[in-house]
Antibody, heavy 119, light 107 residues
């Protein structure tokens, strides 16, 4: 059973960089899953940000691509999200998650971290 | 991007009712369609993947089906714990995209 836990600042100033880390437990980070970030603005739907395969490819949402960076540190069993030049519209609950390689189904989710962009 | 259109956006139903939620893809996605349940303040939970395969531990009253680019989530007999928002998601191509959600409320 994979367990995921997000950590990072809950408040970020406009134009700065949002940084979040997800700790993976219960499974190897090189187990064959993709590791993903998904966000949900308050009261709204879900938006896929991107995902990474350890030692391999990274995929980003084109709507965010120039601002997004996803990386993995296998030795620490964690992966990270950086979103640059944030604005109020980036205020959301950010989830880290695992994605199955075959069906691209999101099978495990973290509990979510609310990040507010405000001065 | 592949657009996923869910309907209805909300519905009211009573305990024991049969509930059907539909998701339409803007192009062919084969069977790469997944369904999630989200309760207030919680992360979504995977219910069904590959259009009709029940995730381990999910009650058998949930089922999924497909017809071309139309996909359906059915709850055969609604239970109190099923009141939630349901989302579909296509896994055919990046960017992965979600439907807008269907809120199932108590009648």
């Amino acid at each position: 059973q994979v367990q995921l836990q997000e950590s990072g600042p809950g408040l970020v100033k406009p134009s700065e960089t949002l940084s979040l880390t997800c700790r993976v437990s219960g499974d190897s980070i090189s187990s064959g899953h993709y590791w993903a970030w998904i966000r949900q603005p308050p009261g709204k739907g879900l938006e896929w940000i991107g995902h990474i395969y350890p030692g391999g490819s990274t995929y980003h949402n084109p709507s965010l691509e120039s601002r997004v960076s996803i990386s993995v540190e296998s030795s620490k069993k964690q992966f990270s999200l950086k979103l640059a030049s944030v604005a109020a519209a980036d205020t959301a609950v950010y989830y880290c998650a695992s994605i199955g390689q075959l069906e691209l189904n999101i099978d495990y989710w973290g509990q979510g971290a609310l990040v507010t962009v405000s001065s | 991007d592949i657009q996923m259109t869910q309907s209805p956006s909300s519905l009211s139903a009573s305990i024991g009712d049969r509930v059907t939620i539909t998701c339409r893809a803007s192009q062919s996605i084969s069977s790469f369609l997944n369904w999630y349940q989200q309760k207030p303040g919680k992360a979504p939970k995977l219910l069904i993947y590959a259009a009709s395969t029940l995730q381990s531990g999910v009650p058998s009253r949930f089922s999924g089906s497909e017809s071309g680019t139309d996909f359906t989530l059915t709850i055969s007999s609604l239970q109190p714990e099923d009141y939630a928002i349901y989302y579909c998601q296509q896994g055919y191509r990046t960017p992965l995209t979600f439907g807008g959600g269907t809120k199932v409320e108590i009648k």
